[in-house]
Each structure stands twice: as structure tokens, then as C-alpha cells.
């Protein structure tokens, strides 16, 4: 029997709740997403290796390059209906993405979370401070955010250039067929809500309730570094996940102790109210620019 690929993809945005939102929507008995979340198979045609930022190589290890490696990703997908990928990088690098996920899936249905851009930018930062590879101020790292794209950096690094949407989703309504965006804050305290909308964009039982429902993928500042050391990401932990997870171990089962230990040593950061009021003027024009694609009011993003 062929194997059957992806007929649905989450593209983005990265640091919008899609990790957890993809393990919830994973426990659905008619969906299955790919066991490597975020395989990164579209983008990994064109993206120029190495990536050279600290812990970049963690990412990079993990990575599915090749079609044959992606096609096993799939193999154990039985009756489900909805079959997925849940690459967030795809939303940023829309302009070469799109026409590699045409070539290899076809008119796929297109699922996109997004969130304030501004707390975007900085969840990602607060993402690469626990992670001990963000070493700078949020505001040092904001100026050096060219020099790093340009030292060709992972893209997550370039805090303020991925919350720049409208041009992103504009292209993903133009190239398929069936798109659905979601606005994180409108489900906030009603995850079954999003859910339910998500499952019905594809055409599975809307009423599902997820046995699991935790909120992964915290990111934030580690209290103790010396322990936050054992959760840093290195090249060679990539490679060992990239391994457990082809060869059949569930992602949960590697990550949930550990997410549950981490979170334990993180502590809460705040952005400065000169910055969030920078990153508010800097995307201003661009937010106008999305309420008219998706004909939603987004002032709250502007406040």
C-alpha cells in the first residue's frame, strides 16, 4: 500500500501555541501528524546548511532532508483521514515554500495561527534565552538581527522580520484553496474552541476532547543556569531525537519529562515598555495591511 502524505499543513507563525495545538489535535483518532513536529522537509530544499547560530545545529541534526526519509515519517499512518505537518517555518519563507509544498503535496489544506507580533518577537527571544543560545538584552538582539540573518542564523533569530504576516498569509490565500487562520488571542482560556474550529476546517469529529492538554513549549528566562545546562539543545541531541523518533519512540515520551523539569526553571520576563512600543509603530502599517486580507479587526494588536 503507498504511503500517504501530508493533505493538511500548519505553517506558522513559530511561537504561536502550534506546538501544543498540534499535540492536542495529534490524540484526534482521524488525525495524524507527522512524529518529528516540525520535520522541516519543504524548507530543507532550499535553505542554505550549516545554519551557524548557537544551537542551530540542534535543529539542523533533526531536520528530514531528503523525500525517501519523509515518506517514512507517514508509514504508520492507517485510517486516519486528516494527515499532517506542522513545520512552522513555512509561513516565513512563503515565497519558496509554496511552490516546493505544490510540487511534492499538491493543493493541501493550510492551517495558520498567529499572535501579536510584538509578543511573538519576544517569546521567541525568551524561547532562545531558556534554551541558553540567546546570550544578549532582547533590544541588543533586535539590532543585530541583520548581521545574524546575514551569518545565515536559523530564522527563529530574526525576532521582529517573522512577525511581519501580511505579505506571509497574503500568498497562502493566493497559491491553495482552503485556508484557515486563527487568531490565538480570540481562543484565549477556550482551547476547546479553536480546537473544535480546527477539526471541523478538517472535516473530523468537531467534539473530540483531547485527554492531554498541557501548555508546551514554555519559554521564558532559566533561574538556574547550570541546571537549564542538561536541557540545552546540541547538535548531537538533535541527531539522538531525530533517531528515537524515526525508529518509532513517541516525541511525547522524550519530551514531556522533560518539559515538565524545564518549566520548573524558568521565570517570567517582561518587555520593556520603550521596546513593545517600537515593535507597535514597526508593524503598525503591516497589521493594517492583514485586517483587510483577513477582514478581522486586529486593533487589539495595535494597543
Not at 499532517?84 to 493550510?110: E, H, W
Request: net charge positive; aromatic share 14%; glycine share 4%.
Amino acid at each position: 500500500m503507498p504511503i500517504r502524505l501530508p493533505n493538511f499543513l500548519i505553517v506558522g507563525a513559530p511561537k504561536c501555541g502550534t506546538t501544543s495545538i498540534a499535540s492536542c489535535m495529534n490524540q484526534h483518532p482521524d488525525i495524524y501528524i507527522s512524529p518529528i513536529k516540525e520535520p522541516k522537509f519543504i524548507t530543507a530544499q532550499f535553505i542554505r546548511f550549516p545554519l551557524k547560530g548557537p544551537g542551530d545545529d540542534f535543529v539542523e541534526n533533526f531536520t528530514v532532508k531528503n523525500f525517501e526519509l519523509y515518506k517514512k515519517l507517514f508509514r504508520k499512518v492507517k485510517q486516519e483521514k486528516a494527515i499532517g505537518d506542522a513545520s512552522v517555518d513555512n509561513l516565513f519563507f512563503y515565497k519558496q515554500a509554496i511552490p516546493v509544498i505544490r510540487n511534492f503535496l499538491g493543493d493541501v489544506k493550510i492551517i495558520i495561527v498567529l499572535r501579536k507580533p510584538q509578543d511573538r518577537a519576544f517569546s521567541a527571544y525568551k524561547n532562545m534565552l531558556r534554551d541558553l543560545r540567546e546570550t544578549l538584552s532582547f533590544e541588543e538582539a533586535l539590532e543585530m538581527e541583520t548581521k545574524r540573518k546575514q551569518q545565515n542564523y536559523e530564522y527563529l533569530w530574526l525576532y521582529k522580520e517573522v512577525g511581519f504576516y501580511y505579505q506571509q498569509v497574503k500568498a497562502y490565500f493566493e497559491d491553495f484553496s482552503q485556508v484557515k487562520v486563527f487568531i490565538l488571542e480570540e481562543f484565549k482560556n477556550n482551547n476547546l474552541g479553536l480546537l473544535r474550529q480546527i477539526f471541523s476546517f478538517l472535516e473530523v469529529d468537531p467534539d473530540f476532547i483531547p485527554a492531554r492538554n498541557m501548555n508546551l513549549n514554555v519559554s521564558g528566562a532559566p533561574r538556574y543556569r547550570c541546571i537549564q545546562w542538561f536541557f540545552k539543545p546540541t547538535g548531537f541531541k538533535g541527531r539522538m531525537y531525530k533517531y528515537s523518533v524515526m525508529n518509532g519512540i513517541p516525541q511525547e515520551m522524550l519530551f514531556t519529562w522533560i518539559e515538565i523539569l524545564r518549566h520548573m526553571n524558568i521565570q517570567q520576563i517582561t518587555m520593556k515598555a520603550a521596546t513593545k512600543n517600537y515593535l507597535t509603530n514597526l508593524y503598525q502599517k503591516d497589521i493594517l495591511k492583514l485586517e483587510k486580507v483577513l477582514k478581522k479587526d486586529l486593533s487589539r494588536w495595535l494597543e
